[in-house]
């Protein structure tokens, strides 16, 4: 089994930062992409930022230059550190993470966590 669990979500005031934390756990041989998504209300699951095994990085142009995604491949964890943060930032925040879990026979499987809320105040 694997499991992805995320923290660092909370109620921030606009132009604040909060830094998100996703810790992979389980039958891991290694991780390729981590991403974090967001979902607000009445809105579809958006992608916000993505790293590579190789720490390339993606971003959703809404966050770019205030949002910064990072990995740690030892502790098998994403980190995504949100600065001045507006109140359009509210969302629940997903994280997510192709996981190799064997190499023979191969498996490679996506996996999502809980989401952990955040709410910037205007």
């Known amino acids: 089994q694997v499991q992805l669990v995320e923290s660092g979500g909370g109620l921030v005031q606009a132009g604040g930062s909060l830094r998100l934390s996703c810790a992979a756990s389980?039958?891991?041989?290694?991780?390729?992409?981590m991403a974090w998504y967001r979902q607000a209300p009445g809105k579809q699951r958006e992608l916000v930022a993505a790293?590579?095994?190789?720490?390339?990085?993606n971003y959703a142009d809404s966050v770019k230059g205030r949002f910064t995604i990072s990995r740690d491949n030892a502790k098998n964890t994403v980190y995504l550190q949100m600065n001045s943060l507006k109140p359009d930032d509210t969302a629940v925040y997903y994280c997510?993470?192709?996981?190799?879990?064997?190499?023979?026979?191969?498996?490679?499987?996506?996996?999502w966590g809980q989401g952990t809320q955040v709410t910037v105040s205007s």
């Open positions: 997510n993470a192709d996981i190799v879990r064997s190499i023979w026979p191969r498996r490679l499987d996506n996996y």
């Open positions: 389980g039958s891991i041989f290694s991780i390729n992409a």
């Open positions: 790293i590579t095994s190789g720490s390339n990085t």
